[in-house]
């Protein structure tokens, strides 16, 4: 189950995945949900989060009409993250987001969204049965290109991919960078890339400062420290 709310607003979106596999969501008011709509009635995973909500930070902030919350999900079967988005009255359709360059023989585990606080876009995490990682990045409007392609992979050996989400995603408050945290498997260790709209994806880097290295036998899952500041992630 997940609760999102809309900056500047008392809506409040909330996604839930039930023991029929079905993906349903509902939007409030402040004094009450609407009706719920079924996104979905083959979510794959019942032991990883493979959905999420968010919603676009700038235009949502200042109460503009095109400010929209974004889901995304896993369905059983298809290995391309699904998505719809809301209006705060209406659904969309439900499309694919990227597909260039992701193995249509891989199942997707976790699914995960993160907003830039400064703009529009919203990144997309996904990883799969195949240890990868992909990054995609919707700006308001589409999904567009985040490397090489959309989406880009980060990773092709994450740790834990099926229990434990081995990643998460944050943007700096102010530059705009985004940061890509993850561990894998071999070489053992936690890594990181960053993204800049110019300069696209960093090589891959090693994670200094842990009390203790990270192993693959005992690494569990990554989340977000946000500050609330500045450009600290």
């Known amino acids: 189950i997940r609760l999102e709310p809309r900056p500047n607003s008392n809506e409040i979106?909330?996604?839930?995945?039930?023991?029929?596999?079905?993906?349903?969501?509902?939007?409030?008011?402040?004094t009450d949900f609407g009706q719920e709509e079924l996104l979905e009635t083959q979510a794959f995973?019942?032991?990883?989060?493979?959905?999420?909500?968010?919603?676009?930070?700038?235009?949502c902030s200042k109460l503009r009409p095109s400010c929209e919350g974004l889901v995304t999900w896993a369905a059983s079967g298809n290995p391309f993250p699904?998505?719809?988005?809301?209006?705060?009255?209406?659904?969309?359709a439900q499309r694919q987001a990227g597909i260039s360059g992701i193995d249509s023989s891989a199942r997707l585990n976790f699914v995960?969204?993160?907003?830039d606080p400064g703009s529009d876009q919203i990144v997309l995490g996904t990883s799969d049965s195949n240890s990868d990682l992909f990054v995609q990045i919707w700006d308001g409007d589409t999904w567009i290109s985040s490397g090489t392609g959309s989406p880009f992979q980060v990773?092709?050996?994450?740790?834990?991919?099926?229990?434990?989400?081995?990643?998460?995603?944050?943007?700096?408050?102010?530059?705009?960078?985004?940061?890509?945290?993850?561990g894998a498997k071999n070489p053992s260790g936690t890594f990181f890339r960053t993204w800049t709209p110019f300069g696209g994806w960093s090589d891959q880097?090693?994670?200094?400062?842990l009390q203790e290295p990270v192993a693959q036998s005992d690494f569990r899952g990554l989340w977000r420290f946000d500050e609330g500041s500045g450009n600290t992630a």
């Open 13 to 30: 979106l909330l996604i839930y995945q039930d023991t029929n596999n079905d993906i349903n969501a509902l939007g409030g008011n402040g």
């Open 45 to 59: 995973s019942t032991i990883a989060q493979a959905f999420d909500i968010s919603y676009e930070p700038r235009s």
């Open 82 to 92: 699904q998505y719809r988005t809301w209006n705060g009255t209406t659904w969309s």
């Open 112 to 115: 995960h969204l993160a907003a």
């Open 155 to 182: 990773s092709s050996d994450l740790s834990f991919t099926a229990y434990q989400r081995a990643f998460d995603l944050a943007w700096e408050r102010f530059s705009g960078k985004l940061i890509a945290l993850y």
């Open 205 to 209: 880097s090693t994670l200094g400062g």
